[in-house]
């Protein structure tokens, strides 16, 4: 069964910059957007960015002008590079393929802490 690794999460002080990546383990086909989610402590899991099959983005206004989706050099891939973090951005962020079928994957969450 095809899986969503994700790679890139760790620890980080406040106005430092990490890269999330995401890549499947095999061949997913009927790809509609590919995005990143985060879920804090306590909290709903929310949507952060996605980007469409055409290339169109979209941002929770909180991420907005700090954080950067975009596809990967290989096939299947998504990136989320993520600028001037600030310590409410700590949350583990999932991957996730979002498909024209509406079914969705997602990886196992990668967790991202920033902090002093």
């Known amino acids: 069964q095809v899986q969503l690794v994700e790679s890139g999460g760790g620890l980080v002080q406040p106005g430092g910059s990490l890269r999330l990546s995401c890549a499947a383990s095999g061949s997913i086909f009927n790809i509609y957007a590919m995005g990143w989610y985060r879920q804090a402590p306590g909290k709903q899991r929310e949507l952060v960015a996605a980007i469409s099959r055409p290339g169109n983005t979209n941002y929770a206004d909180s991420v907005k002008g700090r954080f950067t989706i975009s596809r990967g050099n290989a096939a299947n891939t998504v990136v989320l590079q993520m600028n001037s973090l600030k310590p409410e951005d700590t949350a583990v962020y999932y991957c996730?393929?979002?498909?024209?079928?509406?079914?969705?994957?997602w990886g196992q969450g990668t967790r991202v802490t920033v902090s002093s």
């Open positions: 996730n393929f979002h498909l024209y079928t509406s079914f969705d994957y």
